[in-house]
């Protein structure tokens, strides 16, 4: 008995290990992700010509960079991440069959949607009002939704100095239970900007062209554009 209890232990652990394995292979890569997949990543874009960075498994602005040329060069969306169009590009043929489509469309939201999307919010919105968070958020999701942005919420997180959290490092603060609530208001179709693209403080913003958008409304601290 003592024999079939201990075959019982190591067969669940076996099983275990598969599962958080193929869990593993089922993320997309995008800026901030880290591991051997962002390593193999790395080593593929150095070999191929698009990457002069180090191999460390660190997804940073350098690894981005390379993606993007990458993508372009191969008739790819070019949003920086790397998903199972972009895997099968690279010949990791191993992570295309679980991996997410970097293309997916905003429809289709998935846990690491909601934890992008939490984080932005936090990063660029507490103190807020609370529906000042939910359009921070309805914003990324409008630029999703607009054919002059990437088409995936890490497409439009990562682009490149876009949200200012992403650049200072706010983004990687853990977002509280308001920044998750405003998040899956925003995926569950509350829009409070009514469609607007843009967002910014009047008071500290000083980019000249921002200044040229259509105000919609302003909430809290920001003022909404189109």
Not at 40 to 52: A, E, F, I, S
Request: proline content about 3%; hydrophobic content about 40%; overall charge negative.
């Amino acid at each position: 008995m003592a024999v079939k209890k201990t075959f019982f232990r190591v067969a669940l652990l076996a099983l275990c290990l598969l599962l958080l394995d193929t869990a593993a292979h089922a993320q997309a890569l995008y800026w901030g992700s880290t591991g051997d997949t962002v390593r193999r990543v790395q080593q593929t874009l150095l070999d191929w010509g698009y990457y002069d960075g180090a191999v460390d498994g660190v997804f940073g602005q350098t690894t981005y960079d390379a993606v993007i040329d990458f993508q372009r060069v191969n008739g790819l969306t070019a949003d920086g991440v790397v998903g199972s169009a972009t895997y099968a590009a690279l010949g990791m043929n191993d992570m295309v069959t679980s991996a997410p489509q970097a293309g997916t469309s905003s429809s289709t939201v998935g846990s690491s949607d909601l934890e992008l999307l939490a984080r932005c919010v936090y990063g660029e919105a507490r103190g807020e009002p609370y529906i000042g968070q939910v359009a921070v958020a309805a914003v990324v999701l409008n630029r999703v939704e607009s054919p002059l942005f990437p088409n995936t919420i890490a497409g439009v997180i990562y682009q490149y100095d876009a949200f200012t959290c992403v650049s200072d490092g706010q983004f990687y603060l853990t977002p509280d239970e308001d920044a998750y609530r405003a998040a899956r208001d925003a995926l569950n179709g509350w829009d409070p900007t009514y469609g607007c693209l843009y967002y910014y403080n009047p008071s500290t913003y000083v980019n000249q062209w921002i200044l040229t958008r259509e105000v919609r409304l302003t909430i809290g601290r920001h003022a909404f554009a189109v």
